[in-house]
């Protein structure tokens, strides 16, 4: 069996998401359309790859990862970087071994900060395909991977493409800094803090996180073990600290209200050595 996935900020209300789907499923035999989320916080590309990051690590070789969101945080980036970004030039690369498709937005770093893979930019040449480009151009290529053609026939190899790097937890004294980087439908805030990053940085320290009208001093297992409304963090099944609140929502109770102007929500742990 052969997968294709759909990773997209379409939303749940509009068709355009089941048409893509629909035809993702005739793209050849035996294939397994699987729809990784297509209602992202804010459409925000940085939490849009860490879905598919995510992603990476459960799906086997061959697999086509159909990325559909463009980088429209312009509020967020610099005139320079704004310069670079192509949101109509489309990319495709193989990572894990695993083929993605995406435009040129700067998810190959976010996915790996030292990605060194090939990078080719697709043909394409009706002026149409940039108004449902998932459809127009990502599905006929998936359907061209799947029929074995050479990526030379449809593709050509470019160096040139956008970079963008997510924010990384660093120590400073006694303090490990991390920040929130996505946050999923049931409010939990999963942060860029890694268990192996938190391993070395603290070991078998005891350490303290405050937190507005709490204080956490320990790692939990599961979600019940604190009383409902309380907080806690714990490593996701991706290995990722994450802070939480039993029954309730992390975000909406710990993330700073947005006035005028994007927050982002930081963890400071306090190490005791």
């Keep these: 069996m052969r997968f294709i996935t759909l990773t997209s900020d379409m939303g749940y209300t509009d068709p355009y998401r089941g048409i893509a789907a629909m035809e993702a499923n005739q793209t050849g035999l035996d294939i397994k359309v699987i729809e990784l989320a297509?209602?992202?916080?804010?459409?925000?590309?940085?939490?849009?790859?860490?879905?598919?990051?995510?992603?990476?690590?459960k799906?086997?070789?061959?697999s086509i990862h159909l990325f559909a969101v463009k980088n429209m945080e312009s509020n967020l980036l610099s005139k320079n970087d704004l310069q670079q970004i192509d949101n109509t030039r489309?990319?495709?690369?193989?990572?894990?071994?695993?083929?993605?498709?995406?435009?040129?937005n700067g998810l190959f770093t976010l996915l790996d900060k030292n990605f060194k893979e090939d990078v080719f930019q697709l043909y394409y040449s009706e002026e149409k395909v940039h108004q449902f480009f998932l459809l127009d151009v990502?599905?006929?290529?998936?359907?061209?991977?799947?029929?074995?053609?050479?990526?030379?026939?449809?593709?050509?190899?470019?160096?040139?493409?956008?970079?963008?790097?997510?924010?990384?937890?660093?120590k400073t004294g006694n303090i490990l800094k991390g920040r929130?980087?996505?946050?999923?439908?049931?409010?939990?805030?999963?942060?860029?803090?890694?268990?192996?990053?938190?391993?070395?940085?603290?070991?078998?320290?005891?350490?303290?996180?405050?937190?507005?009208?709490?204080?956490?001093?320990?790692?939990?297992?599961?979600?019940?073990?604190?009383?409902?409304?309380?907080?806690?963090?714990?490593?996701?099944?991706?290995?990722?600290?994450?802070?939480?609140?039993?029954?309730?929502?992390?975000?909406?109770?710990?993330?700073?209200?947005?006035?005028?102007?994007?927050?982002?929500?930081n963890l400071m742990i306090e190490i005791e050595e």
């Design 138 to 170: 990502f599905i006929p290529v998936a359907k061209l991977i799947i029929q074995n053609t050479p990526l030379h026939d449809f593709a050509s190899l470019t160096k040139n493409y956008y970079k963008t790097f997510e924010f990384e937890p660093y």
């Design 180 to 265: 929130g980087i996505y946050y999923d439908d049931y409010g939990n805030i999963i942060t860029n803090i890694t268990k192996q990053t938190f391993e070395n940085e603290i070991g078998n320290n005891s350490f303290k996180i405050q937190l507005p009208r709490t204080e956490i001093i320990n790692i939990s297992n599961t979600y019940n073990d604190v009383e409902l409304g309380k907080a806690l963090v714990l490593f996701n099944t991706n290995n990722y600290l994450e802070v939480a609140i039993n029954g309730a929502s992390a975000y909406k109770m710990l993330h700073p209200r947005e006035i005028g102007t994007k927050f982002e929500f």
């Design 38 to 57: 297509c209602n992202l916080y804010d459409k925000s590309i940085k939490h849009a790859a860490y879905v598919l990051k995510s992603a990476l690590t």
């Design 90 to 104: 489309y990319l495709i690369t193989k990572l894990m071994g695993q083929y993605i498709l995406t435009p040129d």
């Design 59 to 62: 799906f086997p070789e061959n």
